[in-house]
């Protein structure tokens, strides 16, 4: 199945939570449960929970009893509230409950039942264009690639953090589909191990070659010559070309700018935010302390010691070589390619205006 499907008005997911170990659905049938479901990380990465907050808005309208379509635009403005207070880095959420705010608002006045059959099929829209958005990506980056190349990758950028196909992996996995050997070193990606438990999972999966390392081993591989591109997804990238994405990114493009390989950032136009200068005015994610103490469960470290856990970093425009989005890829500078590619005019401060 996709990571995130719509069936008989109830959102599934695969309980991503629970990998490599089980694989599991998750089941949501009221929007609060998908707000949970979004918060415990049961469904992540950016693209997977922009589409899971269209899914939860859509479970909002269908769930509905209003009497009325001011009643339920209501209802739904209490709804994406409560969504967006899951998560704050990862643009897509926000882009996506907009996308369903103005469709909602376009048919104020129908019947409650119209829009909220509109809006399911808003949601699903969503999802099935970002399966189309990966496989594009994929088209433009595996170009960058060559028979033989080993790339590394962090956090996981694959099918489990989009709807389908994934960001970074789906580079991989075009390349591959052009008959190009591609070999993988993931990384870890402590504290959560979306690298260890879900790209190495998903690209066995596959049958893609893939390594898993150690975080601290990236700028061994790298210096070695062993690797020939790192690929990354991206939570949100601001107007300059920072790149915002799991913490650990950062060391691993200066030490890949170090040492002459390329670092490419995948991710599509609604990971964009123009509307964020820089990197550092992003808001990153705090998680629990428990998530840097504990292993599968187990303490690994001294009670009560102080713990500082964010789960993004910034990325400087400099140490990236390149952002690969479904229009194309852009090359710096940044603030020039990035206007284009949103299709902004030289003064005007509109995304797609
Ligand atoms: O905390 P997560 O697992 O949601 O973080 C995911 C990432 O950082 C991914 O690299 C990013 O969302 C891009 S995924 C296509």
Redesign the pocket.
């Known amino acids: 199945m996709r990571t995130i499907e719509w069936h008989d008005n109830a959102i599934h997911m695969i309980d991503q939570r629970l990998l490599p170990q089980k694989y599991r659905v998750l089941v949501c049938r009221d929007h609060h449960e998908l707000a949970q479901a979004i918060r415990d990380?049961a469904v992540?990465?950016?693209?997977?929970?922009g589409a899971a907050a269209a899914f939860g808005i859509a479970l909002c309208a269908v769930r509905s009893q209003a009497r009325d379509s001011e009643q339920l635009l209501a209802e739904l403005d209490d709804a994406a509230r409560e969504i967006a207070a899951t998560?704050p880095t990862?643009v897509n959420l926000f882009w996506a409950l907009d996308r369903m705010r103005k469709r909602a608002e376009a048919l104020r006045g129908q019947p409650v039942a119209a829009i909220a059959q509109a809006l399911v099929a808003e949601a699903q829209a969503i999802a099935d264009e970002d399966v189309e958005t990966n496989r594009r990506m994929g088209r433009f980056g595996a170009e960058l690639l060559r028979d033989g190349d080993s790339v590394l990758t962090?956090?996981?950028?694959?099918r489990l953090?989009?709807v389908d196909y994934?960001?970074?992996l789906g580079v991989v996995r075009a390349a591959v589909e052009q008959g190009k050997r591609i070999h993988v070193y993931a990384d870890e990606t402590r504290p959560?191990s979306?690298g260890a438990r879900l790209t190495a999972w998903e690209l066995m999966q596959d049958g893609i070659p893939v390594t898993l390392i150690a975080d601290n081993a990236a700028g061994y591989f790298l210096r070695t010559g062993k690797i020939q591109a790192v690929l990354?997804?991206?939570?949100r990238i601001a107007a300059n070309g920072d790149v915002v994405?799991?913490v650990g990114?950062y060391k691993i493009a200066v030490v890949a700018k170090e040492n002459g390989v390329p670092f490419y950032a995948?991710?599509p136009t609604s990971?964009i935010d123009m509307s964020v200068p820089d990197g550092d005015a992003v808001p990153i994610?705090e998680r629990c302390a428990t998530e840097v103490t504990h292993v599968e469960g187990v303490c690994i470290a001294p009670e009560g010691v102080a713990v500082a856990n964010p789960?993004?970093d910034v990325t400087p425009h400099r140490y990236v070589t390149a952002i690969i989005t479904e229009r194309g890829i852009v090359w710096p500078p940044f603030r020039e390619g990035l206007r284009r590619i949103m299709g902004m005019e030289a003064n005007d401060e509109t995304p797609g205006a």
């Open positions: 990380m992540r990465g950016a693209p997977a929970i998560r990862a962090h956090c996981n950028a694959g953090a989009t994934g960001t970074a959560r979306q990354v997804g991206a939570d994405n799991k990114t995948v991710a990971t994610e789960a993004f």
